[in-house]
C-alpha cells in the first residue's frame, strides 16, 4: 500500500541534543511538508520541498534543518537551537504545488519528540 | 495574508443528531478550502476540498461542506453523527496560484464528541 512513514513514533533528547526525525513516502509526491502540532495551535509549516535537493522555510524554520537528497526521503533535524522542541511532527506529501491536487496532503502517523 | 478561524474548540453532539463544525476564512482572490480529519495520535486525513463550482460538496464518511463566498465560511456538515465521527477537524485554505499562494494556512481546530 502506498503511504507515508515516519519514524520514530516516539523520541525522548536531552537538552542540547540534535535528534533527526525520518520521513519515506512511497506515492511518488513531488512535494513533501515538515508540520509541527502543539494543542490548541494547529498545524505549522517548518519546512517544504518542492524537488529533489531544493526546500524552502515555511512558518517557524528556525531550531530546524532538512535535506532533500532523494524524492522518496524528506529527513528533519531538531537541533540544540530550537527552544522548545517539544511537540509531534508531521510529514505530509502531496503533487506538485501549482496543480489541482496539491494541498490534498497525505500524512504521517506522526512522531512525538519530548526534551526532558 | 491568508487565516482561517474555527471558533469553537469543542462540539458536542448526541448520536445520530445532525452535526456542524464551523470555519471562516480570509484569503486574497478566491480561496480553495479543505477539511482534514485527525484521530488521536495519528496523522491527518484529507475529508473534502472546494475549489470551485457547487457550493456544497461532498466528501468521505457522509461529511459535507458548504462553501458562502458573502460569508466567507466554509461548515463542515453530517446529517446523523456516529460515536466513530469523534476526532479533531481542521479547516484549511489557500489563496489562488496567481497569488503566489501556495501553502496551506490551518485552523487550531475543533474536537467534536459524538455522546451515545
Known amino acids: 500500500d502506498g503511504g507515508i512513514t515516519q519514524s520514530p513514533k516516539y523520541l525522548f533528547r536531552k537538552e542540547g541534543q540534535n535528534v533527526t526525525l525520518s520521513c519515506e513516502q512511497n506515492?511518488?509526491?513531488?512535494?513533501m511538508y515538515w508540520y509541527r502540532q502543539d494543542p490548541g495551535q494547529g498545524l505549522r509549516l517548518i519546512y517544504y520541498?518542492?524537488?529533489?535537493?531544493?526546500?524552502q522555510k515555511g512558518d517557524i524554520a528556525e531550531g530546524y534543518s532538512v535535506s532533500r537528497e532523494k524524492k522518496e526521503s524528506f529527513p528533519l533535524t531538531v537541533t540544540s537551537a530550537q527552544k522548545n522542541p517539544t511537540a509531534f511532527y508531521l510529514c505530509?506529501?502531496?503533487?506538485?504545488?501549482?496543480?489541482?491536487?496539491?494541498?490534498?496532503?497525505?500524512f504521517g502517523a506522526g512522531s512525538r519528540l519530548t526534551v526532558l | 495574508a491568508q487565516s482561517v478561524a474555527q471558533p469553537e474548540d469543542q462540539v458536542n453532539v448526541a448520536e445520530g443528531n445532525p452535526l456542524t463544525v464551523k470555519c471562516t476564512y480570509s484569503?486574497?482572490?478566491?480561496?480553495?478550502l479543505f477539511w482534514y480529519v485527525q484521530y488521536p495520535n495519528r496523522g491527518l486525513q484529507f475529508l473534502l476540498k472546494?475549489?470551485?463550482?457547487?457550493?456544497l460538496v461532498k466528501g468521505s464518511y457522509g461529511f459535507e461542506a458548504e462553501f458562502n463566498k458573502s460569508q466567507t465560511s466554509f461548515h463542515l456538515k453530517k446529517p446523523s453523527a456516529l460515536v466513530s465521527d469523534s476526532a479533531l477537524y481542521f479547516c484549511?485554505?489557500?489563496?489562488?496560484?496567481?497569488?503566489?499562494?501556495?501553502?496551506?494556512?490551518f485552523g487550531k481546530g475543533t474536537k467534536l464528541s459524538v455522546i451515545p
Open positions: 505530509a506529501s502531496s503533487q506538485l504545488q501549482a496543480t489541482l491536487g496539491a494541498n490534498v496532503l497525505t
Open positions: 506515492l511518488n509526491h513531488d512535494a
Open positions: 520541498s518542492q524537488i529533489v535537493n531544493d526546500f
Open positions: 484569503v486574497s482572490g478566491n480561496p480553495y
Open positions: 472546494y475549489i470551485t463550482g457547487d457550493n
Open positions: 484549511a485554505v489557500r489563496g489562488p496560484l496567481e497569488a503566489g499562494s501556495y501553502q496551506l494556512t
